[in-house]
């Protein structure tokens, strides 16, 4: 009877609670029933968070750390590309927050919608297309992207740098953070003629617009797949006198005078602008000097020209140095100063110094050559003192030996200290048949002459003429002694018929 009892008891309040829970169920069906007829954006939210926040497990690593910005990330024209990581706000009944990468194929995977294109899009043209997409399948929402930390891509740099090779770089630094990655661009590297590689064209660079203008159309971000080359330099001028930045100067051919002008930082409050001094070298070596009115300052530069301003001031004494010294322009002369205190005052030489082939240009247009070894001593007797007007010029090394006369490919090969004669011969594919090793004329950059043999070393800039052999001239002078006598023989023949 109490076992009895007992059930009776259990059963009546297993009913009370269904009794109780009933609304509370009833309440959760409606609440489901209600969501499943949602037609916007929170009922995808709900059914696809968990497997959002497990994919960005797999997908996303932690944030990268910053770059160091030069300003606010313009989206018009940022470049999308892989690993780019994006922030997606939602905003809608429940908002909800979207950290989102770009991955290697180029797509960005956006819960509840799948794959959206974005690499090569800027950040403006995949909001475009994002919000399209959105649009499709939800109502009532406002979508906001945003770029959360720029990608890290690979640059490859290559030429004249310390450090050829591959660099890491983002989408908002530029070439100069390249080339500094890569060690910066050698002493014999062009800043002028810089190519950057993108998408199969190719892209001038004038780095030295960009440090000294500030030019920023020269120093372009880089975008992922984009190669920098650097080039050697090929073309230098030197300006000298009353310009703001008196120096020698990389030029790219067809330039002007008045593009130098500009490169020096404009003429000087004194200078004379009405007209300037052009010192030209030939072809043969012969120094010309011309004084050039303002009408021809479109007159295009060559290489090794060298311009300089006048200056307006009287009562100064001026001297310029120009070629291979740490600081090249003019310095204003001091009295009883000499080549000595000038070289120090000029920084010292660069490594690529010609010591033995400088000279000196007085103001009435003399030039004497001089070997500056001779003039390193501190002892002021050894001294050559200096006028006013005199140009002092420090060549840089020829890196040229130029093989002609009798061998099979005449022409110009870079200069090694530890080639001969005999090696820069065959270089130049050997003497010809009629060709000797041992019959050999070399002309120095100064116009002198001399003999050479088999094992001669030789200097930068230095011409090897290869003679006829010997045999071959002795050969021809018997060949032309037989025909010479036989025409007299035929002629006395001749004469007694």
Not at 165 to 186: C, H, T
Not at 394 to 409: C, H
Not at 413 to 425: A, E, K, N, R, T
Not at 466 to 478: C, I, M, N, P, T
Request: a negative charge.
């Amino acid at each position: 009877m109490k076992s009895c009892a007992a059930f009776v008891l259990i059963a009546l309040s297993i009913i009370a609670a269904g009794s109780c829970l009933a609304p509370a169920i009833a309440t959760a069906q409606k609440a489901d029933e209600k969501r499943k007829e949602r037609p916007d954006i929170e009922r995808t939210t709900d059914e696809t968070e968990e497997s959002a926040k497990k994919a960005q497990e797999k997908l996303f690593v932690a944030p990268l750390e910053g770059p160091v910005l030069e300003r606010a990330v313009d989206p018009d024209s940022y470049v999308l590309g892989p690993y780019d990581r994006l922030a997606m706000v939602i905003m809608g009944m429940e908002p909800r927050t979207y950290v989102l990468a770009v991955l290697p194929e180029g797509d960005v995977i956006v819960p509840g919608i799948g794959p959206i294109r974005a690499d090569g899009l800027t950040l403006t043209e995949f909001r475009a297309a994002l919000e399209a997409q959105v649009d499709k399948y939800f109502r009532n929402i406002k979508l906001y992207c945003y770029l959360e930390t720029p990608a890290l891509f690979r640059v490859f740099v290559t030429g004249e740098v310390e450090n050829p090779g591959v660099v890491a770089v983002s989408g908002v630094e530029r070439v100069v953070d390249a080339l500094e990655k890569a060690g910066s661009v050698k002493s014999g590297g062009s800043l002028r003629a810089i190519t950057l590689e993108r998408g199969g064209a190719s892209i001038r660079v004038d780095l030295l617009r960009f440090l000294d203008h500030g030019d920023l159309k020269n120093n372009p971000f880089l975008r992922s797949g984009d190669r920098i080359h650097v080039p050697s330099a090929e073309w230098h001028v030197a300006i000298a006198g009353r310009v703001h930045k008196p120096s020698g100067y990389e030029i790219v051919e067809g330039e002007t005078i008045a593009d130098l002008v500009s490169l020096a930082g404009g003429f000087a409050s004194e200078a004379i602008e009405d007209s300037v001094l052009l010192k030209r070298v030939g072809s043969g070596g012969n120094v010309t000097m011309a004084n050039v009115t303002k009408a021809q300052f479109d007159m295009p530069l060559r290489n090794g020209d060298e311009i300089g301003v006048y200056d307006g001031l009287k009562g100064r004494s001026y001297v310029t140095v120009l070629g291979a010294t740490m600081r090249t322009g003019q310095f204003e002369l001091a009295r009883g100063e000499g080549v000595s205190s000038l070289l120090v005052r000029a920084g010292g030489f660069r490594s690529s110094a010609s010591l033995t082939t400088a000279y000196l240009t007085r103001r009435g247009g003399s030039v004497t050559k001089l070997d500056l070894k001779d003039y390193l001593s501190p002892e002021p007797s050894k001294d050559l003192p200096l006028e006013n007007g005199d140009e002092l010029t420090i060549p840089f090394i020829a890196t040229k030996i130029t093989v002609g006369g009798e061998v099979n490919q005449p022409g110009e090969f870079p200069y090694s200290g530890d080639l001969s004669v005999v090696q820069y011969i065959g270089l130049a594919g050997g003497p010809t048949r009629d060709g000797s090793v041992d019959r050999v004329t070399i002309y120095s950059l100064d116009g002198s002459s001399r003999g050479g043999g088999r094992d001669t070393r030789l200097h930068g800039g230095d011409v090897i003429v290869v003679k006829r052999s010997g045999y071959k001239l002795l050969a021809d002078l018997f060949r032309g002694t037989i025909q010479l006598s036989t025409f007299v023989i035929s002629l006395i023949i001749l004469s007694n018929q």
